[in-house]
């Protein structure tokens, strides 16, 4: 309704799609230590829709490195093909806005436009969604040495960062052309243990040498 100028509206709920989100860190150890490498993975769900671009965005302890280098191999992006790949990483924890990660996908940029898409996931009857998932992709993850022990450094699907830049961004998938929002989207985390050091002498790890390392 029209008033003096200005309008204003109800927001209407848009229903929630059965898309679903990974981010997950990989290949490290078991025990993963300070100044270790692994990856940070993307994969995603969808079994009755094209995804025809997405948005993520994702913060995360500014104890860890991301690398803005995406791999795709072995990944459904790869067979598929995009036209347009983004990859903005803020490391800078002094900018007042945490460390962010955002990663930008669309299929089909340039005309002539053929209709490319993500296609719906695979899987059976009883198949969890994390089964029948694809990889998207993932970016070189470091453990700095600043990380603190017996801990999580954690990264977390976020809203509204806006990276290097100015404009604010939010997680979205693009499916018939319509932006959305409201999806699933799993966290991760990197759990750092104390590294023992050898030191020669000290037998029974106490910091120590004396006769207690003898015995």
């Keep these: 309704d029209a008033n003096n100028g200005s309008c204003g509206c109800e927001p209407v709920e848009i229903p929630a799609e059965d898309t679903e989100?990974?981010?997950e860190a990989q290949d490290f150890p078991e025990e993963a230590h300070a100044g270790q490498d692994g990856n940070l993975c993307f994969y995603y769900y969808d079994s009755d829709d094209y995804i025809q671009g997405m948005t993520?965005?994702?913060c995360y302890d500014c104890d860890l490195t991301v690398t803005p280098s995406w791999d795709w191999h072995g990944s459904i992006v790869e067979q598929v093909g995009t036209e347009y790949l983004a990859v903005q990483v803020d490391d800078d924890n002094g900018d007042g806005d945490g460390c962010e990660v955002i990663v930008a996908i669309l299929m089909d940029a340039l005309p002539p436009f053929d209709g490319q898409t993500l296609p719906q996931t695979p899987g059976q009857t009883g198949d969890s969604s994390e089964d029948a998932r694809l990889l998207l992709g993932c970016l070189p993850l470091h453990i700095d040495d600043t990380a603190e022990c017996?801990?999580?450094?954690?990264?977390?699907?976020?809203n509204g960062i806006n990276g290097n830049g100015n404009v604010t961004l939010y997680n979205n998938v693009v499916i018939d052309y319509e932006s959305l929002q409201n999806y699933a989207r799993n966290d991760t985390s990197v759990f750092v243990v104390p590294e023992q050091i050898f030191q020669r002498g000290d037998c029974n790890s106490d910091d120590k040498v004396d006769l207690a390392d003898a015995a």
């Design 21 to 23: 989100l990974w981010a």
């Design 56 to 58: 993520m965005t994702l």
């Design 150 to 158: 017996d801990q999580d450094q954690e990264i977390n699907w976020c």
